[in-house]
Every structure is written in C-alpha cells, then in structure tokens.
C-alpha cells in the first residue's frame, strides 16, 4: 500500500514551487524570478520565469557556493545590490549570471524542519538594492512553501507507519498508534489545499478505522451519518484530547468543537463523549 499511497498522495514538490514562482511574477515582485529544489544539500535550478538564456538552467549549487549555495547554507535569505562587484558571495556562477544580465540578486531559502529545501530568487538588471515589497512577496512565498511541504512530509511519515503496522499485522499494542495515525490524517487534510488528495486523505482514514474491526464484523442495522468534521473531532477524543486540544489541532475555536461533539452525541445517540467513541466505533467510523 506504501508505494501506491506515496505516488498518490505525494504531488512533485516541483509543481508546487512553480505555483508560487508563477505568483511571485504574477504580483510584478521582479522583472527576473527563478528557483529550484535542494536534494542532498545540493541546489538544482530548474525553474525561470522572464530569463533571456538559458545559462542558469540545470545549474547545480552546493552549500556557501554562489548566492543561493549561501541562502541554503545560512538557511535565511541573501541579497546583493551588485552581483558582479560584490564581495559577500564566491563568483563560482559569474559566467551564467552576468551573461543573462543580472545585477541585484534576491535568494531566499525554504526551510523545512531546519533545512533548505528550496530556493526562490528575484532578480533585477538594475544595479539597485531589493526592495522592501520585492523582498516580502518571495519571503511570503517561501514561508507557504514551507508549510505546504511539511503538511506533505508529515503525509508521508504518517504513511510509513501505518504500512509498517499493516505489513506486520495489527495487534493490541498498536491500537493506540492506528488511532493517532487515522486523527493525525485527518487533521492534516484540513491543511490539504488539493482536493483530489484531501479526498484520498480521508479513503484512507477511512480504512483504518475499519481496519480493527474483526473479520466478520457488520455494522448495525442502521446507517450512521456523521459529517467529516464530527468525525475528526470524535477521533482526537479517543485520542483523549481536551476541547482545546482539538481545537488548536484542526485550527478552529473551541465552541466550535463544542458544537461538532454536541452534534455527534445527538446522531449517536450517547450521553457522554466515551460513549460516542464507542458508538462511532461500532459504526466503523473510528479505529
């Protein structure tokens, strides 16, 4: 299940970086915008909207080489006002960058859990120093992207588990981790912006929850409805989270938590929030 989960769920992180370039000169940040991925510490360029050549193109980038190797290096944003003369960065790239042109240089990182994992840059065949606007679209930028890519590796690491719980085979001890992993994926779909993959999020909550049912378990005798937010609220009350537990987790206020639980008691017909896990779980809504 692994392997078909990844390439479904895992969009090319790629695409993503495209978007917000794409939104960077959409929004006039800079007459020249560019960026790449960082694999293995390594910047590759491969993305360039308003470039004349196409010198900067596969460009690989190590750590404190260049603009960009120190933008990954220091894993905060650099900027030169003057490529061709400055004296802050190694001139490793001097050929390619200064044949497109290029004078002021903006790079700044995206980082992931204390890494870069991307680089945006705008740049100017101007020699002036990066404006404050220019400067705050690509860090705006970088700052989605962050979250955007840890919203998928979290995807992912959840993933691993539950295929490592399944290919040993559920038992007791590891209850409790289907039912973290099964309110995690939902609470991360909330962060999803892609529909197809918050839907396929959700599949697959779905399969854990029926997943500690017996063999020849049915559900009862009559169908239960609950809607996807009641359901994300009941799986972090078997998780034993406090209203304002769930709240902070699936970012919204804590009366509206109030307001979900109530209405999935009601559906369920139970007088306590145990019950209503229990219910819920015999409906095969929860793990």
Same mark, same amino acid.
């Given at each position: 299940?692994?392997?078909?989960?990844?390439?479904?769920?895992?969009?090319? =992180?790629?695409?993503?970086?495209?978007?917000?370039?794409?939104?960077?000169?959409?929004?006039?940040?800079?007459? !020249?915008?560019?960026?790449?991925?960082?694999? =293995?510490?390594?910047?590759?360029?491969?993305?360039?909207?308003?470039?004349?050549?196409?010198?900067?193109?596969?460009? *690989?980038?190590?750590?404190?080489?260049?603009?960009?190797?120190?933008?990954?290096?220091?894993?905060?944003?650099?900027?030169?006002? =003057?490529?061709?003369?400055?004296?802050?960065?190694?001139?490793?790239?001097?050929?390619?960058?200064?044949?497109?042109?290029?004078? *002021?240089?903006?790079?700044?990182?995206?980082?992931?859990?204390?890494?870069?994992?991307?680089?945006?840059?705008?740049?100017?065949?101007?020699?002036?120093?990066?404006?404050?606007?220019?400067?705050?679209?690509?860090?705006?930028?970088?700052?989605?992207? *962050?979250?955007? $890519?840890?919203?998928?590796?979290?995807?992912?690491?959840?993933?691993?588990?539950?295929?490592?719980?399944?290919?040993?085979?559920?038992?007791?001890?590891?209850?409790?981790?289907?039912?973290? $992993?099964?309110?995690?994926?939902?609470?991360?779909?909330?962060?999803?912006?892609?529909?197809?993959?918050?839907?396929?999020?959700?599949?697959?909550?779905?399969? $854990?929850?029926?997943?500690?049912?017996?063999?020849?378990?049915?559900?009862?005798?009559?169908?239960?409805?609950?809607?996807?937010?009641?359901? =994300?609220?009941?799986?972090?009350?078997?998780?034993?989270?406090?209203?304002?537990?769930?709240?902070?987790?699936?970012?919204?206020?804590?009366?509206? !938590?109030?307001?979900?639980?109530?209405?999935?008691?009601?559906?369920?017909?139970?007088?306590?929030?145990?019950?209503? !896990?229990?219910?819920?779980?015999?409906?095969?809504?929860?793990?």
């Amino acid at each position: 299940m692994a392997a078909t989960a990844f390439a479904v769920l895992r969009p090319r =992180d790629e695409d993503a970086l495209r978007g917000e370039l794409r939104t960077i000169a959409a929004r006039g940040a800079a007459p !020249v915008v560019f960026a790449g991925e960082v694999q =293995d510490d390594i910047l590759q360029l491969s993305e360039f909207m308003g470039t004349r050549t196409t010198g900067l193109k596969g460009l *690989s980038i190590p750590p404190h080489s260049g603009l960009g190797g120190r933008a990954v290096a220091q894993r905060a944003p650099i900027s030169v006002h =003057d490529y061709r003369r400055s004296s802050t960065i190694t001139h490793h790239y001097d050929r390619p960058v200064l044949t497109e042109g290029l004078r *002021s240089v903006l790079a700044v990182p995206v980082v992931v859990g204390g890494k870069a994992r991307a680089v945006l840059y705008a740049a100017s065949r101007e020699c002036a120093p990066i404006g404050d606007r220019t400067a705050n679209l690509v860090v705006a930028a970088s700052r989605r992207l *962050s979250t955007e $890519i840890s919203i998928r590796d979290e995807v992912d690491r959840r993933l691993q588990m539950l295929a490592t719980i399944e290919s040993a085979g559920a038992d007791g001890a590891t209850t409790e981790e289907l039912r973290d $992993i099964h309110a995690d994926l939902r609470a991360v779909a909330q962060h999803v912006a892609d529909t197809a993959v918050r839907s396929r999020l959700h599949e697959l909550s779905d399969r $854990i929850a029926a997943l500690r049912q017996p063999s020849n378990a049915t559900r009862p005798g009559r169908e239960m409805q609950l809607t996807p937010r009641e359901i =994300d609220v009941l799986a972090h009350v078997a998780l034993g989270c406090t209203n304002s537990e769930i709240a902070q987790r699936l970012s919204v206020g804590p009366q509206t !938590v109030k307001s979900y639980l109530r209405a999935a008691m009601n559906k369920l017909s139970a007088c306590s929030r145990q019950e209503a !896990v229990v219910t819920a779980r015999k409906f095969k809504l929860l793990p």
